[in-house]
C-alpha cells in the first residue's frame, strides 16, 4: 500500500487524497440512515446522485457511484474498489458489523440445517435397506401359505373322488358337506374383506373432503391476501403520483411564507434636496451648514437599517431564525426568491432540508463551503436543484436563449451584510470530468484568488464557453456570482450562469 489511502484504495499525491478525505466525509454524511441492502433506498440514492448539484472531486466519488448503483441493482456484495468498510464510524460502523455478525450466525444455522437434513435422510436410507429382507421374508412366507392351501386343495378333491369311489354315497355326502361348510367359512371371511373395504373407502371420502375443505380455506386466504397486496400497491402508486406534487405545493407555500417575514427599510420622510431647502428657509443654517446637516440626517438613518451585529434591517427576522442564512437571491420575473445557506462544516446540509432544517423535496439554494460572506471571497459559488416542477434554479435554464438574457439582464443577490446587483458576463453548459482528467477547466474550483492571471484566466473561460456575448466583462477585483445547477441534457453536466457586482 502506498503512503496515501483510503481504505484499499491508494492516491498518487497529497492532493488527491485530500479531495478524497473531502469526499469521503460528503459520502458518510449521504449514506448516514440509509439501508443500503435495501435496494429502494440505495435506488433512490443513486437517483438522488445523478441530480446533485454538488460535485466529488475524486476518483473515491466516482468508485461510490459505482458501488451505489451496484446496489440499487441488487448485488449484495458489490466488487467494484470502493472502500465499503470506510462508508460507517461510530455506532453506525458498530450497528453495520453487528449485523454481519447475525447474518453470518444465520447462515452457520442454515448450513447446521442442511447437514441435520443429509443425517436423516441417511437414517432413512439405512431403515429402508434394514427391512428390506424382512420384507422379502413376508413375501415367501405368503407364497408358501398360498401353495400350502392349494395343495391342500388339490389332495382333498383326490381324497374325495376315493373316498366317495370307495365308501358309497352316505360317506361321500358327509364328505361333500364337509367341504361345503368349509367353503361357506371362506365367503365369510371374504365379506369381513368387502366390509372392512368399505370402512376404509368411506374413512378415505371423509379425509379427502376434510382436504378438500382445507383447500378451500388456504385458497380463500391467498384470495385475501392478494387483493390486499393488490390495494396496497395502488395505494403506493397513488402516494408516488401525487406526493411529489404535495410535497412541492408544501415547500412553495414555506417560501412564501420567508419572503413575507423580509422588512421593509425605515425610508427618510423627505428627500435629501428638500430637507436643505427646510434648514435654509428657517434662517438659522447657512446652505453648507445645510449640506452637512442633512447628510449627516440621512447617513444615520442609512445606519438604522443595519443591526448591532452588521445584519441588514430587511433580513435581521429571517437571521435570527437561522443564523446559518448567508443572504438572499432573486430574479425579477421568475420564481428564483430564495434564501441562500452556508454550512462550512456540511457544504450538502440543505441539499433535501428547508430554512427550518426539516426535510424538503426542494431543498434550499446554499453557498460553496470555501465561500465566505462576513469577508466576502472573489467569487460567491451558489448550488441549487434544477427542479421539475420548476422551482429552485430550473428557470436559470432559460438563459440559453438570448432574448431572455436581454429581459433578465441583471440578478439581485444580498448577502445578510450588503445589498448587490450583478450583471451576467457569461452563460454556459459544462461538464464534470473525473478525477483522473487533470487537462479539463473545472469552473467551480475558483472561490478566491490573489493573483490576477488566475482571475483573468476565469474571466476568459467564460467568456468563450458563453452561449452569446453580452458585452460585460470583469476586471481584476470585481465581486463575481456563480450560479450552478444541474443539465439533464449531457452527462454528469451542468447549467452555469456566472455575473459581476455592478
Known sequence: MGKWNIGRMEFATKEDYKAGCRDLKRIQTLVAGVELDDRGEAAELYEMLEKQPFLFESELGVAFRAYIDDKASGIRHPRGVFPEECLFTGKAAKKKKAKQKREEKSDGREAMRSEQ???????????EEETTPYQDLSRVRTRTVRESREGQNLRGGREAKGEQTLWGGREAG???????????????????????????????????????????????????????????????????????????????????ELASCILTPIEPEVSEAHRIADLIASGRYTEEEAIEIAKKEEQETAEESVTEDGIL??????????????????LEGTVINYPVMLTPADEEYYLKKG?????????????????????????????????KNGSMFSALLSYEQEAFYKEHPVIRFDTV??????????????????????????????????????????IRYVKEQSFYETGI??????????????????????????????
Open 117 to 127: 437434513t443429509k443425517l436423516r435422510e441417511r437414517d432413512i436410507g439405512r431403515q
Open 174 to 256: 358327509t364328505r361333500r358337506r364337509e367341504i361345503e361348510r368349509n367353503s361357506n367359512i371362506s365367503w365369510d371371511f371374504r365379506n369381513d374383506s368387502k366390509e372392512e373395504d368399505e370402512e376404509y373407502s368411506l374413512d378415505k371420502k371423509e379425509k379427502s373432503k376434510d382436504k378438500k375443505g382445507g383447500g378451500k380455506k388456504k385458497h380463500r386466504l391467498l384470495k385475501s391476501f392478494c387483493i390486499l397486496a393488490g390495494v396496497g400497491l395502488i395505494l403506493f402508486a397513488l402516494y408516488q403520483i401525487f406526493s411529489y406534487d404535495i410535497l412541492s405545493y408544501i415547500s412553495e407555500r414555506k417560501m412564501e
Open 313 to 330: 434591517y430587511r433580513y435581521s427576522v429571517l437571521y435570527e431564525r437561522n443564523p446559518e442564512m448567508a443572504g438572499w437571491i432573486s
Open 355 to 387: 430554512f427550518d432544517k426539516k426535510y424538503d423535496i426542494n431543498g434550499i439554494p446554499f453557498m460553496d463551503a470555501r465561500c465566505n460572506v462576513e469577508e466576502p471571497t472573489t467569487n460567491f459559488l451558489i448550488y441549487g436543484h434544477n427542479m
Open 417 to 458: 451584510y450588503m445589498r448587490g446587483e450583478y450583471e451576467i458576463v457569461g452563460v454556459f453548459r459544462a461538464q464534470i470530468p473525473y478525477a483522473s482528467d487533470k487537462e479539463s477547466y473545472r469552473y467551480y474550483s475558483f472561490i478566491d484568488t490573489q493573483d490576477e492571471e488566475e482571475y483573468n484566466t476565469y
Open 473 to 502: 466583462t470583469a476586471e481584476y477585483g470585481t465581486q463575481l456570482l456563480t450560479l450552478s445547477t444541474c443539465d439533464r441534457s449531457v452527462e454528469a453536466g451542468r447549467f452555469v450562469v456566472v455575473a459581476r457586482k455592478k
